[in-house]
């Protein structure tokens, strides 16, 4: 990290993809043409464009993408609303990387990997996935299950459909039925106790707060513990290094000691979030 | 040891402004006293302490973080610092001076913020010891010697002048260049004035508060008292405990364009505020309860659970004389300390 944390990178978008009518995926490089800095999975970013604002990213990429970051971003605000009018080659700020990422070189190395996400909140979960693939010999058994409103709101529909399921399980469903779908229909909470998955793995899951509360009950009543369930949490953010207050819950700041929490941790936390 | 008699405060002030900037504590309206510069003719405020806190002058209230120019595609970044200037602060209290250390530890602590470090640097703090704490003044609950403040100087008053004693290179360096308005003293008398002082603050009414009560690891205790409902019933948000705070740290980033380039300025924010936490999705404290919970849990648990026990709260009363609704640290300590339910 520069130890001017509040001096950011200027960073070029070479590259955009529209995922889902309200998700893009920008991919940015510092103006040397090199990947703005090395982060790992779960970890994020200060994107910002000047005079409109700066939130908190996660960074969509793998570690193992060696000469750009990624953020896949939603519209659904004043910045996010700018970031989907930006055209490639066009000029943002980043800063970061910030927190603590998810223990894919420890606690995750060797287990069976069950990745529970739902609409936008693939988006942190695909560094993830995208590092498990790239380093495959070094995690077992991967199941992932997916859900969106609409098969057009599945972000990386394509990606998935075509390379993902070549090395690992993939679930998807779709919250209601449609003509041009002939897979899962229904909630992800719902799919989750009815695939019940082996007890024997680590859960990864992301998405609304509504979904996690549902897959979290679901999975604790098919027999998983807290220990066993990581998730990434959002809070609003300002400064990024635990500094500005602002998404400080219970003695924790999200941005320094999350987002990836594992759910005993989160048990210790005041319900504040 | 060294001894300045009051009335050569003034000549001492002259050498020094010589040597650096310096903010001396004025009468205001209203017995509102603040910080100032020191020019030949300022009277120093006779106050026990300034309406604001000292924190300004290391964490002002505004600041300009970051400039960019932006030409059709391209972006630039202006870094707007210049060099801080040498400058130190006489009169800090004992409240205050500790109030520095409780800062460092946020802004200080890896990844160093290098806007605050570089004024730290730059800052000299000359605290003075308070030969009579006020009756709103609770620091010694906190361990907090109003009688040896801490500072790079220390002033130990004694009615008819000061024993002056540096604590840091710094301060030692500072002294150093300015001998010849001081007179050479034993230290037998900075002693009588400690104690003199230490007399009244021993007995201050809120000197010892129930704080066993408070501390790391006491959030399942604390954080779900029905208590917290009443004793936020009444307020308006308005946030000022947390400016005149010396240990409110909270801030807000903003951009600001002003035609010629885009300003990105930090300025001072509170937990009060009901849209601190708001997001696009929703806010996690919706009522004025949890914003309210979430200042006074911070100090007196959250913050001491990350800095070895210390509480984020120094004692200096100024919350208590600023809140339009008499609500305070003090009554939230004492409310929550009696047992809620002696079932
Ligand atoms: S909480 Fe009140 S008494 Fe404590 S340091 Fe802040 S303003 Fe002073
Ligand atoms: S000063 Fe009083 S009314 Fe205003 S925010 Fe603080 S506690 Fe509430
Ligand atoms: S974003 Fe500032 S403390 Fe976390």
Known sequence: MNPETMLPAICTVTEIRTDTPDVKTFRVVSRDGKKPFEHLPGQCAMVSLPGIGEAMFSVTSSPTDLEWLEFSIKKCGHLTEWLHMLEPGMEVTVRGPYGRPFPVDDELLHKNLLFIAGGIGLAPLRSVIRYVRAKRENYGNVEIIYGARSKADLVDYDEITTEWTRDMNVHLTIDRAEDAWDGHVGFVPNYVKELSPSLDSVALVCGPPIMIKFTVQGLTELGFRPEQIYTTMELRMKCGVGKCGRCNIGAKYVCKDGPVFRFDELGELPDEY | ????????????????????????????????????????????????????????????????????????????????????????????????????????????????????????????????????????????????????????????????????????????????????????????????????????????????????????????????????????????????????????????????????????????????????????????????????????????????????????????GRCLRACPIGMNIVKVLKTLAEDGNES
Not at chain 2, 192 to 210: N, S, V
């Open chain 2, 1 to 316: 040891m060294k001894y300045l008699p009051t009335a050569r405060l003034d000549r001492f002030l002259e050498d020094a402004a010589k040597l650096r900037k310096i903010y001396v504590p004025v009468d205001g309206e209203q017995n509102r006293a603040a910080y100032r510069l020191w020019m030949p003719g300022t009277v120093v405020s006779k106050a026990l302490n300034t309406t604001r806190s000292a924190k300004d002058f290391f964490f002002p209230q505004t600041e300009n973080l970051v400039g960019f120019r932006r030409t059709e595609k391209k972006l630039e970044i202006v870094d707007p610092r210049r060099e801080t200037e040498d400058f130190a602060v006489f009169g800090v209290r004992a409240c205050d001076a500790r109030s520095f250390s409780i800062l460092d530890k946020v802004f200080l602590s890896d990844p160093a913020d290098t806007y605050y470090a570089n004024r730290r640097a730059h800052g000299l703090v000359l605290s003075v010891s308070c030969r009579r704490p006020a009756e709103t003044c609770f620091c010694t609950a906190f361990g907090i010697d109003p009688s040896a403040p801490e500072g790079d100087v220390t002033f130990t008053d004694d009615g008819e002048g000061y024993y002056v004693r540096a604590n840091s290179e710094k301060g030692e360096a500072f002294l150093e260049s300015l001998s010849g308005v001081f007179d050479e003293a034993d230290e037998a008398g900075e002693k009588e004035a400690r104690a003199q002082t230490k007399r009244i603050a021993d007995r201050l009414p809120l000197g010892t508060l129930p704080l066993e009560k408070f501390g790391g690891g006491k959030t399942k205790d604390l954080f779900d008292r029905p208590e917290w409902s009443s004793l936020s019933e009444s307020c308006i948000g308005c946030g000022t405990c947390t400016f005149v705070c010396p240990t409110c740290q909270c801030y807000d980033i903003r951009d600001f364009d002003t035609g010629r380039e885009v300003r990105r300025f930090r300025c001072w924010d509170s937990c009060m505020y009901s849209d601190f936490t708001k997001m696009a999705g929703g806010n996690p404290r919706l009522t004025q309860k949890e914003r309210f919970r979430q200042r006074f849990m911070h100090k007196l648990v959250y913050f001491p659970e990350n800095n070895g026990g210390e509480f984020g709260c120094v004692g200096c």
